[in-house]
């Protein structure tokens, strides 16, 4: 149940210490916070782009809008009811009814074609434009409109039965929003409230920070895809569709480039065909034991490092830039092969860097404290992340370990929804103990 089962091939040393963080070995590994820093410095708000307003879904405003209208328009009904003026129902009462002649009537979407004079009330809609000279709409429910239809009498008079306030159900125009007032705020994330305002105000299309285009390469001889039959010794590709589903998630649009043999000519090939992308994700080919071809080549087409970060999973990551067209050069996040590797270095550093080439504000997840039902063992001085469920008890999160930590075992990760995290410098964290936890399946992105 703990990472002590399988390191995959995060090639963890053997641990025999009890000195968490103070051997030589982790003494040459970045800091999460250390790589964090490094990966994010190469990123920012991408440029805008003006679309239609319900493919902007999730997207970041890139502009302020301001109301080319009132609204409501017009001053207008809440009920359906009568308009008429105060002053000819002060008083009124069930005992004591009010009688108005009616000369009219108006519908949601009409001009009223007259004005209401002392003494008449004209029938009006909900949303209906209030006539000249009404001030004020008594609902049907305190007149005798009910009573009068039921007996089949003409409705060319009312009675009312209640006094009220002048104004009432009247909505003024401008009530929701004046005319040139700045409704939203560049930078605020189109939900669907954003997309009724912007609706309202008659606007079809708006100007949003695009979504990035993430390259998502896998690399290795033995992947297969999906549909295919499987040979000996092959495996089926996961890490391009976690990835790619990752990124979508995350608001961005996966440019799928398929899978790059360890060879020169294919993975060069691959790698070209990515032009255009505003960052590639490759997996596997960056930890020790690999064919050193993939280092070679990454290296050869840009500036690249290949580092080790003090967490697991996901030790081995490779951050830089391949040049691009016309001296762009694009960044490229080498994630690790093993499929959990994978996917947690995407949470802790492509995820916040497509969030922030979106232009959101909040790039990371939230995160929680809540209480360990199982143990988190930490071997060798790593940030561990253990795959949790978090269950909301008595009003405290529990977290329970979904199973075998491996970092090839990637239905832990399907039963996790959050990541608990013991901290470097301890050696574990247990059963009762208060943890971190990154909630997974919080701030998920709308996607279309
Ligand atoms: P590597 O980083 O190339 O040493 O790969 C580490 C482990 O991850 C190996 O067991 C690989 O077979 C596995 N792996 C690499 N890429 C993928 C992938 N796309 N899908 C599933 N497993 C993978
Ligand atoms: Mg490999």
């Known amino acids: 149940m703990t990472s002590h089962q399988n390191h995959g091939a995060d090639h963890a040393p053997p641990v025999h210490s009890h000195s968490h963080g103070r051997r030589s070995s982790t003494e040459d590994m970045l800091s999460v916070e250390q790589a964090y820093e490094r990966v994010m410095a190469s990123f920012q708000a991408l440029e805008a782009e003006e679309k239609p307003l319900l493919d902007c879904i999730g997207q970041v405003l890139a502009e302020d809008i301001h109301s080319p209208l009132a609204l409501p328009p017009l001053a207008n009904s809440g009920m359906d009811g009568y308009a008429l003026r105060q002053i000819d129902i002060a008083g009124a009462s069930q005992e004591k009814a009010k009688h108005l002649k009616v000369i009219g009537v108006v519908a949601a979407g009409q001009m009223p074609d007259k004005a209401v004079a002392p003494g008449t009330a004209i029938r009006i809609m909900t949303g209906a434009p209030v006539p000249d000279g009404a001030d004020t709409v008594v609902p049907f429910e305190e007149t005798d409109e009910i009573q009068r239809k039921r007996e089949g009498k003409p409705l060319d008079q009312v009675a009312i039965y209640a006094d009220m306030p002048v104004g009432c159900n009247v909505r003024p125009s401008g009530e929701d929003v004046t005319l040139g007032e700045l409704v939203l705020e560049k930078g605020t994330v189109v939900r669907a409230a954003e997309i009724g305002v912007i609706a309202s105000l008659g606007l079809a299309k708006v100007k949003v920070i695009r979504r990035p285009v993430v390259a998502v390469l896998a690399t290795g001889d033995e992947l297969e895809t999906a549909g295919a039959p499987l040979s000996g010794g092959k495996i089926y590709d996961a890490n391009s569709m976690s990835v790619a589903a990752a990124v979508l998630a995350s608001g961005g649009i996966p440019k799928l480039m398929g899978i790059a043999r360890d060879n020169l000519d294919d993975l060069n090939g691959k790698l070209e065909a990515t032009a255009g992308a505003d960052m590639i994700v490759t997996s596997a080919g960056v ?122 075992i990637l239905t832990s990760m399907s039963k996790a929804n959050g990541l608990a995290i013991c901290p470097e410098d301890l050696p574990s964290k247990n059963a009762g103990e208060t943890v971190q936890i990154i909630m997974l399946d919080w701030n998920e992105e709308v996607q279309i």
Request: aromatic share 6%; glycine share 12%.
């Open 287 to 408: 930890s020790k034991g690999d064919y050193d071809i993939v280092k070679d080549v990454l290296n050869q087409r840009g500036e690249m490092n290949f580092w080790s970060v003090r967490m697991r999973p996901a030790k081995p990551l490779a951050f830089g830039h391949l040049d691009g067209d016309g001296g762009k050069a694009i960044p490229l996040l080498g994630l690790p092969g093993n499929p959990v590797s994978a996917m947690v270095a995407f949470e802790m550093f492509a995820r916040p860097a497509i969030r922030t080439m979106l232009g959101k504000d909040s790039v990371a997840r939230p995160v929680v404290e809540g209480v360990l039902t199982g143990s988190i063992h930490n071997e060798d001085g790593r940030r561990v992340y253990a795959r949790v469920e978090v269950e909301l008890k008595d009003g405290k999160y529990h977290a329970t370990p979904t199973g075998p930590q491996g970092s090839n």
